[in-house]
């Protein structure tokens, strides 16, 4: 048990009230992928969706209006783009779903030792190093994976072929192992797994196992408080180690456990690990 949450367990829960419920000082490592923060998407309340959307209205020129001094009619058609820009923020799928300072300062209470990964855009390494520096003055590494058919980009930014997990810890030891200790990692899109397991952002179930090879031990206990499809805690699993994970959605909720329980998001039962498959080029 871990307060009252059963370990090898995961649950239907919202992970922030559900880590208040962790007790200080009882797990061993935190990997986290989380919500990411898109600069295309809509409005939000978070420090930094706020910034995201000052971004967005100063692209879309809609920003410092009442700076500038124009003629009525230059104001109104500005103040018209104003309202749509907003509107269409409003509707767009911005993925501010992330209040990085309740879950930063929860998450060093819970570990015992500072031992953390977590999966995020380009916008967010910036606040989450800052954060986290309140809480240790340990170096933060920022580990890759480097995909290698990333979709193509018709507009003006680079491709999107490197995503970024920034790792912290204070007093953990390091595993031996070449391959274990790259910083980076390369393979293509994650599609097979995104097929069998239905997640948009699932990451590569290799990865993760060698990330947590590295820096846990066997029985260590490994939390995960955005499991989407349950990469983490299939992946502690497969190497001996404890998990405990929490998925708000629903439907991720379910496809997870199948996951955990050797079942694809088709119903059907895996005989080989997703690696395998990946090997055996069923992409
Ligand atoms: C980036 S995805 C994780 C994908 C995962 N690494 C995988 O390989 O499948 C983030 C997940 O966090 C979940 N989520 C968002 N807010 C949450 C919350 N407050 N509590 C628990 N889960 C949440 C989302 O539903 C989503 O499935």
Redo the contacts with the bound molecule.
């Keep these: 048990m871990i307060g009252e949450y059963k370990l090898n367990e995961i649950y239907n829960?919202?992970?922030?009230e559900?880590i208040k419920r962790i007790p200080d000082k009882s797990v061993d490592c935190v990997y986290?992928?989380?919500?990411?923060l898109y600069k295309t998407g809509g409005a939000g309340t978070s420090d930094i969706a706020k910034r995201a959307t000052k971004n967005k209205m100063e692209l879309m020129g809609v920003g410092n209006l009442y700076e500038k001094n124009l003629k009525p009619s230059e104001n109104l058609r500005i103040a018209q783009n104003k309202k749509k820009a907003k509107q269409d923020l409003l509707n767009a799928n911005l993925s501010d779903?992330?209040d990085y300072k309740t879950f930063i300062k929860e998450t060093f209470r819970i570990m015992k030792k500072p031992n953390m990964f977590i999966?995020c855009s380009p916008m967010q390494i910036l606040d989450l190093m800052n954060e986290i520096n309140k809480y240790t003055v340990s170096t933060i590494n920022i580990l890759t994976w480097n995909k290698t058919n990333p979709i193509p980009t018709t507009n003006n930014n680079w491709l999107s072929d490197i995503e970024y997990c920034l790792y912290v810890r204070d007093n953990i030891k390091l595993n031996d192992g070449y391959e274990l200790k790259s910083k980076w990692y390369i393979s293509p899109i994650n599609k097979p797994?995104k097929d069998l397991?239905n997640?948009p952002?699932?990451?590569p179930l290799e990865l993760?196992k060698r990330h947590l090879l590295h820096t846990t031990q066997e029985n260590d206990i490994v939390a995960?408080?955005?499991?989407?499809?349950?990469?983490?805690c299939v992946a502690a699993k497969e190497i001996g180690r404890k998990y405990i994970g929490?998925?708000?959605?629903k439907k991720?909720y379910e496809i997870?456990k199948d996951r955990l329980n050797g079942i694809s998001a088709d119903g059907q039962m895996s005989i080989f690990t997703d690696f395998e498959q990946m090997k055996m080029g069923f992409d």
């Design positions: 829960e919202d992970c922030y559900a986290v992928d989380v919500p990411y779903g992330f999966w797994d397991y997640h952002t699932i990451k993760v995960d408080f955005f499991l989407g499809s349950g990469t983490t929490f998925e708000i959605d991720y997870a």
